[in-house]
């Protein structure tokens, strides 16, 4: 059984920075592709960010392209979402995911979701 563990969730001011973390257990880490997405209050999970397998290539959405970096640590199974430039309306519960396949893009390829992680960002 695949756990992944969120951290880094927190309440920060606009403009402000965050860093996210997704720890993965088990061996097999780098055959996961990764992702970020994230649901606000009444509104459905979005797609964020995600990485391949070799982290090699990257993908964002446009809301917060040129914001937001994903990236991954194949040593310590760990994928990591740097939020910059922070937003009001990013606040949401941030859920790391995980696929099989790379690719990951909507909330049916992924395989397995953390618990989320509560970001909120005050005007």
């Known amino acids: 059984q695949v756990q992944l563990i969120e951290s880094g969730g927190g309440l920060v001011q606009a403009g402000g920075s965050l860093r996210l973390s997704c720890a993965v257990s088990?061996?097999?880490?780098?055959?996961?592709?990764m992702g970020w997405f994230r649901q606000a209050p009444g509104k459905e999970r979005e797609f964020v960010a995600a990485?391949?397998?070799?982290?090699?290539?990257?993908n964002y959405a446009d809301s917060v392209k040129d914001r937001f970096t994903i990236s991954r640590d194949n040593a310590k199974n760990t994928v990591y979402l740097q939020m910059n430039s922070l937003k009001p309306e990013d606040t949401a519960v941030y859920y790391c995911?995980?696929?099989?396949?790379?690719?990951?893009?909507?909330?049916?390829?992924?395989?397995?979701w953390g618990q989320g992680t509560q970001v909120t960002v005050s005007s």
């Open positions: 990485i391949s397998r070799s982290g090699g290539n990257t």
């Open positions: 995911a995980l696929s099989w396949l790379d690719g990951l893009r909507y909330v049916g390829d992924s395989n397995y």
């Open positions: 088990g061996r097999t880490f780098s055959t996961y592709a």
